[in-house]
């Protein structure tokens, strides 16, 4: 661990904290109706593709109609992707000829892309079509991204609004998210990409002979726009295989520096926004205080695991840390960091492969995926999930002082605590119910790159990330099998969905009810000691659950290799 590393991991987090007001406001305006400075270009479009779909705009829908609408959409774009992946080797824009993607690989890429997942059996370079890539990938990165976003507000409003009985509308909410926030960041995006060597074209790969005479075939593509979106919607998937350790992909320090500000930049403002629409940006400020916390917990454990190695390493002289599975052009205090990252938020890109970090360098993004990413999280997702857990700690906190819950002037009742509760205890269903079915499945064994300790990771890191809608993997597995595929994408499925009713539930809970007054007996919100309480019910609901597999696993692995031992 150095100053010049630490200086680095500074500097991002006040990037991040430096884009969260004017981002928020952006967002509260958009999200509002109201006018913004993109208005005069983008409203006209807004209006016309209301006009086209049939969608009155003035129109706002009950938390059932709401839910009912997104998981409908989302139903209609799995078909669409699964139509094209299959039919790809018909199908236009395919130069290399790529051939149908296989039933169950398909099932899964489809699964994995509308849940904002972007989990991938396969390599995207060897496997799918431009057309693939851009009509069926790209487009559900923008549509999954917004979705996730916008059930963020609708839940926002629950908490903001007083006794009605809607909580906005999912069509218009998620038109506005994508004209007005995704797609001109991404446009910015694309181009700064392309000037720092990101390839963006039609053309078919490129034939190339090395200077060891050696016939090489350089694969390239729209990868640029993709790469956009796959970061700012936090969804993850990688044009290529090797995603953002691949130079085409993530080329530079300043393109690493600037696709890390990218995967926290919304999540992070989506706090500002929550606070701004509950009239108290306080209250916004204390949820990314607690968000910040775990995340400079989970640096600091991480940077220092891969700074400090192993025994083994250093038994043979090498001391500068754990460089293996690591881009030589970005080192282990942006690689550990970026690890940090895209697992804290949900996006799953990768500049450094996870399999190859030490064992607790490894059990930070298992931890924070397992916690639900709630630390800034996914595009929404992150915020609505933590806003489950802020409802079981002013649930803990009115035990406390012997008072009903409250929150931002409502009160938290039992249907709250329950629905919160569901939708937290869905996660360690789907991610320790299908580990511990994989490791005593015959078949599903056989796919393990390790045994032992990190081979049980292996697994758990697998159905812990697609659970969390994630997408990153710790390799060495291999999942692109009938059984992984079919249990990935019903983890998938669920993890994302089965989390959402929930959610949703809650916000029409709160929207149809009275505000209440603060008094003397209510618990403060907006102070270090709600926030610090806040992350002990984290911690706690997350070790209680998950300790014992990391145990099993990370841990396990960890004490082995102070006695030399390796899996």
């Avoid at 559900?140 to 963020?152: D, E, H, K, Y």
């Avoid at 295989?241 to 600037?258: G, I």
């Avoid at 931002?408 to 937290?424: D, N, T, W, Y």
């Amino acid at each position: 661990m150095t100053v010049i590393g630490w200086m680095q991991i500074l500097l991002f987090c006040a990037l991040v904290l430096a884009l969260v007001i004017p981002l928020g406001g952006y967002m509260t305006r958009v999200f509002n109706s109201e006018r913004t400075l993109l208005s005069p270009i983008l409203r006209p479009c807004e209006r016309l593709l209301y006009r086209v779909a049939g969608i009155d705009e003035k129109r706002e829908q009950h938390w059932v109609s709401y839910t009912l609408s997104m998981l409908l959409f989302h139903v209609g774009g799995l078909a669409v992707l699964y139509v094209v992946l299959r039919a790809q080797a018909v199908l236009p824009l395919n130069p290399m000829s790529q051939s149908a993607v296989a039933p169950d690989l398909a099932f899964n890429t489809a699964v994995s892309f509308i849940t904002n997942t972007n989990w991938q059996n396969y390599g995207g370079e060897s496997t799918l079509s431009y057309l693939s890539q851009m009509l069926g990938l790209t487009v559900q990165n923008f549509l999954s991204a917004a979705t996730g976003i916008v059930l963020a507000v609708a839940l926002i409003r629950g908490f903001a609004r007083r006794s009605v009985q809607t909580i906005g509308n999912f069509w218009v909410d998620v038109t506005r998210c994508t004209l007005y926030v995704l797609l001109p960041i991404c446009v910015v995006f694309t181009l700064f990409l392309v000037w720092q060597g990101v390839p963006q074209t039609l053309g078919p790969s490129v034939e190339v002979t090395g200077l060891e005479g050696v016939r090489q075939t350089i694969a390239i593509g729209p990868v640029a726009s993709q790469v956009a979106i796959k970061l700012l919607g936090t969804n993850g998937g990688g044009f290529f295989n090797a995603n953002a350790a691949h130079p085409f992909e993530n080329p530079t320090a300043l393109s690493n520096l600037l696709q890390m500000l990218a995967i926290f930049a919304l999540g992070a403002a989506l706090t500002n926004v929550f606070g701004r629409m509950v009239g108290n940006q306080r209250q916004g400020w204390a949820i990314l205080a607690a968000m910040g916390l775990l995340f400079i917990a989970g640096v600091a454990v991480c940077y220092w695991a891969e700074a400090h190695g192993s025994a083994l390493l250093t038994a043979q002289g090498l001391t500068g840390g754990n460089m293996e599975g690591k881009e030589i052009r970005f080192g282990i205090v942006a690689s550990a960091l970026f690890a940090v990252v895209t697992t804290a938020a949900s996006c799953g890109a990768v500049n450094a492969m996870h399999d190859s970090f030490t064992a607790l360098g490894g059990m930070i993004p298992l931890i924070n995926m397992e916690l639900g990413e709630i630390v800034v999280g996914g595009v929404g997702a992150g915020l609505y999930g933590m806003l489950l857990f802020v409802i079981v700690t002013v649930f803990v906190a009115g035990l406390m002082v012997g008072r009903t819950p409250e929150y931002v002037g409502k009160k938290i009742e039992a249907r709250e605590v329950k629905m919160a509760m569901l939708a937290i205890l869905i996660l360690p269903l789907m991610m320790l119910g299908w580990t511990a079915i994989a490791v005593a499945y015959p078949p599903a064994v056989a796919s393990m790159g390790n045994a032992g300790p990190h081979g049980f990771s292996e697994v758990l890191y697998a159905f812990t990330s697609q659970t969390a809608n994630n997408g990153s993997a710790f390799a060495g597995l291999s999942g692109s099998t009938l059984f992984y595929n079919l249990a990935g994408a019903v983890a998938m499925f669920i993890g994302r969905f089965w989390m959402i009713v929930p959610a949703m539930a809650i916000a029409g809970s709160l929207a149809a009810k009275k505000a209440v007054a603060a008094s003397s007996g209510t618990f403060p919100t907006t102070g270090g000691l709600f926030v610090g309480l806040l992350v002990g019910v984290i911690v706690i609901v997350g070790g209680l659950t998950f300790f014992p597999a990391l145990a099993l696993g990370p841990i396990a692995e960890h004490l082995a290799m102070g006695t030399g031992g390796l899996f």
